[in-house]
């Protein structure tokens, strides 16, 4: 897996044309990182039904006004589990006892990474779709209104543990913590929808 230079930069903080060093300690982390993570992704697609408390697919409940809105004229969505692997979060803390500096940049390296895992399990979604089928954008459990307690009940619905090695802790933070739960609604055939990606 390639993980963008931009992007590692970007989540350093970097803003506008970075300095020498920044840009080699940026590329050093992001060629470690793509050396030592495990991509892992679990992803499964759901009808949804419309509830009294909300929106209901695989057995998740979603409310709030960001549900209202990620569920217009849905019929199905896809709940997904990605990760960058444990050993990414090793060696982030070995890092981070004697080197922060690079500990700093392999950590923005693995934001980066488990984003590019996050834009593959995309992709699964989408080669599911039928024809005139749009997906929406991914909402991540603690985005907008969405309760971060429902990385739980998606972790569990997408089998996440068994197939990618993610736990979910009791303070409902992912275990490695690159790793991501997220929520795609596939719009049908030709409705609008709020969230859909162009």
């Known amino acids: 897996m390639k993980i963008p230079l931009k992007d590692v930069l970007l989540y350093m903080?970097?803003?506008?044309?970075?300095?020498?060093?920044?840009?080699?300690l940026a590329r050093?982390?992001?060629?470690?990182?793509?050396?030592?993570i495990t991509p892992r992704q679990s992803v499964r697609i759901f009808d949804v039904t419309r509830t009294k408390e909300g929106y209901c697919a695989?057995?998740?409940?979603?409310t709030g006004k960001c549900a209202e809105k990620l569920f217009e004229n849905c019929s199905r969505a896809a709940l997904m589990t990605v990760t960058a692997g444990h050993a990414l979060d090793a060696e982030i803390n070995r890092l981070s006892v004697s080197d922060m500096k690079n500990a700093f940049a392999l950590d923005a390296a693995g934001?980066?990474?488990?984003?590019?895992?996050?834009d593959e399990a995309e992709e699964t979604v989408r080669l599911n779709t039928a024809i005139g089928e749009k997906l929406t954008m991914r909402f991540s459990p603690g985005y907008g209104d969405m309760p971060l307690?429902?990385?739980?009940?998606?972790?569990?619905?997408?089998?996440a543990q068994r197939r990618t090695g993610v736990t979910v802790t009791e303070g409902d933070m992912l275990v490695p913590s690159k790793s991501v739960t997220a929520?795609?609604?596939?719009?049908?055939a030709?409705?609008?929808?709020?969230?859909?990606r162009k």
């Open 13 to 24: 903080g970097v803003k506008g044309e970075p300095d020498p060093d920044t840009l080699r």
């Open 149 to 159: 307690s429902l990385s739980r009940a998606i972790a569990s619905a997408t089998d």
């Open 183 to 188: 929520v795609i609604g596939i719009v049908d």
């Open 28 to 36: 050093k982390a992001a060629e470690k990182a793509e050396k030592i």
């Open 111 to 118: 934001v980066a990474a488990v984003e590019c895992v996050a």
């Open 58 to 62: 695989g057995g998740v409940t979603f």
């Open 190 to 196: 030709g409705k609008s929808n709020t969230y859909a």
